[in-house]
Structure formats: C-alpha cells, structure tokens
C-alpha cells in the first residue's frame, strides 16, 4: 500500500492500468486498494497545482502564525478545528517557535487578508496574537517546481 500511496501523490492522474504495471499486480487490485484508502480516509482527496503567476491569477496566499491560549483538556485542538472551519483556511498546521499554529490563506485578495486576520481570527477568545506573512513568489509547491531554470528576470546592470 505504501508503494501506491507514493505513486498517487506524484502523479494521481495516472489509470489504474499504468499504475498496476508499475507495481506488478493486477488492474483490479489497484482499484480495490484505491477504493479500500478512500473509504478508510487514508486518501482525503486529489489536488492539482495551478501556477498562478503562467495563469496570471490575480490572487494572495499568506502565512499566518497564530498564537493561542490553549484549553485544558483540549490543548490546540479547539481553537486549531474552529481555525480550519473558516472558509478562508486551506491549511492549519501545530507548528514549534513562537507561535503555536500556522494557518494557510489561498486565492483571495490582499484586502480578504487583512480583514480576516482583523475581523475574524483575532477576535477569536483564544487568540493572543498574529502574524501575517504574504507569499511573493512559489518556486516549488507539493514537490513540483513552479520556475523556469532557464529564464532569468533580472536587468543587465553595468557601470
């Protein structure tokens, strides 16, 4: 099963056909085990990477550290599930440092930033406190490189 999970997330839109051959065993195999991982939760679903910059998607992602007050008995998991149901959060991650939570904003615009982080995540009892970081530039995203090697953006400058 290992073998599989692996080849689905390099590349989930290989047929059951191909990936049955790079494993040796039989078509219906792959789907059944497929089939046995979604059930299970195992595989919680399949993405594709966009490059926004080649498809000129005029959107911000941001970073966002988040300190909390955890809850006895509960530790991060309260604020971190009430976090993630916000339809603005892709991700939301325990992170170690000076912050306890990172949460991922994706494909809204600098303004949808700002006043989530000001009117919706801050408020929340348990924050303490936030720190926003905006992503400029993706040079690699789920293991896939988003840049050109060959093309470089900077000017000639002589003196």
Do not use: W
Not at 13 to 38: F, Y
Not at 134 to 156: C, G, H, M, T, W
Request: aromatic share 6%; charged share 30%.
């Amino acid at each position: 099963m290992e073998k599989l999970l692996s080849i689905i997330e390099k590349n989930p839109r290989l047929s059951n056909a191909e990936m049955a051959i790079m494993l040796g065993v039989s078509e219906d195999e792959v789907k059944k085990d497929i089939a046995t991982l979604e059930e299970s939760g195992i595989i919680k679903g399949y993405r594709t990477i966009v490059d926004k910059d080649k498809a000129n998607i005029q959107t911000v992602s941001a970073l966002i550290e988040i300190q909390v007050k955890p809850k006895s008995d509960y530790g991060f998991e309260e604020i971190a599930e009430r976090i993630s149901n916000f339809d603005e959060v892709e991700s939301v991650y325990l992170i170690s440092g000076g912050y306890d939570l990172c949460a991922l904003v994706n494909n809204v615009s600098f303004q949808e930033v700002a006043m989530f982080v000001a009117k919706r995540l801050s408020s929340l009892e348990d924050v303490l406190s936030c720190a926003t970081h905006f992503i400029l530039k993706r040079y690699k995203e789920q293991d896939v490189i988003l840049f050109d090697a060959s093309k470089d953006d900077r000017r000639n400058i002589s003196l």
